[in-house]
């Protein structure tokens, strides 16, 4: 079992950057490809980034490419997602996950861990 806990969610303006963490106990993150997705009001689920097990390989979605960067820290046990340049349309609350080594997927049902979720929310 992995538990994942998320943090550094908040209140930004349109513009601002926030840090988001995610903090992992009961096994180590380096077995697992990891990543970020959120979810707005009444809207599904949408892949934001995600990262290989090792750090070597990252994605991210079109729709934050270029502003938001993930990172990965084993030696830690945390995961990071740095989001630079935030749009009101970024507001969601934000969930990090964990899905088994090999080919990163981008898609929620590959991951078998989830944390709870962190809200983000940007203002105009």
């Known amino acids: 079992q992995v538990q994942l806990v998320e943090s550094g969610g908040g209140l930004v303006q349109a513009g601002g950057s926030l840090r988001l963490s995610c903090a992992a106990s009961g096994r180590t993150l380096g077995s697992y490809n990891m990543g970020w997705f959120r979810q707005a009001p009444g809207k599904e689920r949408e892949f934001v980034a995600a990262i290989s097990w090792s750090g070597g390989s990252t994605y991210s979605a079109d729709s934050v490419k270029g502003r938001f960067t993930m990172s990965r820290d084993n030696a830690k046990n945390t995961m990071y997602l740095q989001m630079n340049s935030l749009k009101p349309e970024d507001t969601a609350v934000y969930y990090c996950?964990?899905?088994?080594?090999?080919?990163?997927?981008?898609?929620?049902?590959?991951?078998?861990?989830w944390g709870q979720g962190t809200q983000v929310t940007v203002s105009s």
């Open positions: 996950a964990a899905g088994a080594a090999g080919r990163v997927a981008t898609t929620s049902g590959s991951y078998v861990y």
